[in-house]
């Protein structure tokens, strides 16, 4: 029985997708700004409004029957208010201008926000407006004559790498809530996720033990910036003792000179197999050294940063790790 019921959710999505994508095959991906135009909005009455309908048509059935005058002008009255609720919920959306603001790169586990600014250039308030992202609750809305008011979309980063909002849907049933006006915006825009910061000596074991940060005692004039593997005659003092406990291999702690000189982050220096645990002990070693004001650089498979300082080599860095081994179709 569930197996059939999320068969029948599966299609029912895809059938959903496949219209969506037909009703807007003509509307290209925006780049910055979307006025809402006649031929991008759509309107189809809601379920109270299938119920009005319905009720109107009884009404006139009896006032037929019964020929009564007063029936016919109660019934021809809630018609007439019907259309122009119909009019009023179409005209809540034409002629707004939503314009994307520049989204600021997050680490995965925390929230991307997407903002949009809506500009109600006309005389007329727009009240009850939604505006929604895909298996996301709406974010609800208004925006004052000759006003403009920012929406705000919290979206969760839950890995490394791009993230696109996709299709957004402004919607409204303002006044009466008997029609449903919706339009589709299809904005070219995405956020860098970088990858979660793990302490080279924190990495995830899988069984339970202690995870929380060593204490690393250096010693004066020295900063620990990662490992590498064991080389006969390296001291005991600088054994990696967590990591052989937790992987059975030997690992050296590395340490460079506070005073002047460069230091490298490698990624064939780092305790760990998979590709995604080093990404983020590197993303840790970057936020570190770039808070001490260290020059450092950056090796990866393919790729290499020469040492420098400042904001711009950190976030060329971040970058870096953020596209790491991407799929053609999720880059940037």
Not at 115 to 140: H, I, K, M, W
Not at 308 to 329: I, K, N, S, W
Request: charged content about 25%.
């Amino acid at each position: 029985m569930k197996t059939a019921t999320a068969w029948l959710g599966r299609t029912h999505q895809g059938l959903r997708e496949r219209a969506i994508r037909w009703i807007t095959r003509g509307q290209r991906p925006e780049g910055r700004q979307l006025t809402l135009d006649r031929r991008c909005i759509y309107i189809l009455p809601t379920r109270q409004g299938y119920t009005f309908a319905l009720v109107l048509v009884v009404m006139l059935l009896g006032a037929i029957n019964y020929s009564n005058s007063m029936a016919f002008m109660l019934t021809f009255l809630l018609a007439a208010l019907g259309a122009n609720s119909m009019w009023h919920t179409h005209r809540n959306l034409l002629g707004l201008r939503i314009t994307r603001q520049p989204a600021t790169p997050v680490f995965a586990g925390q929230t991307a926000q997407f903002t949009y600014t809506v500009d109600n250039p006309s005389r007329v308030s727009r009240r009850g407006l939604l505006l929604e992202a895909p298996e996301q609750s709406p974010t609800e809305f208004s925006v004052g004559a000759r006003e403009n008011t920012p929406v705000t979309l919290n979206l969760r980063a839950r890995r490394r790498g791009v993230l696109r909002p996709g299709r957004l849907r402004l919607h409204t049933r303002y006044p009466l809530g008997l029609f449903r006006a919706w339009s589709w915006l299809n904005f070219d825009e995405s956020v860098l996720i970088y990858p979660q910061p793990i302490p080279v000596e924190q990495t995830p074991s899988g069984d339970g033990e202690d995870t929380e940060p060593q204490a690393t005692r250096n010693r004066a004039g020295e900063e620990f910036t990662g490992v590498r593997a064991y080389a006969p005659g390296d001291s005991p003092r600088r054994l990696d003792w967590k990591a052989l406990a937790r992987t059975g291999d030997m690992y050296t702690k590395e340490f460079h000179e506070l005073q002047g000189g460069q230091t490298w982050l490698d990624w064939e220096h780092l305790p760990a197999a998979d590709v995604e645990t080093r990404l983020s002990m590197l993303c840790h070693l970057v936020l570190e050294a770039h808070g001490k004001k260290l020059r450092f650089g950056l090796r990866m498979p393919g790729v290499e940063i020469e040492p420098a300082t400042g904001e711009r080599h950190r976030q060329r860095c971040l970058e870096q790790l953020a596209c790491f081994a991407l799929p053609a179709g999720e880059s940037p």
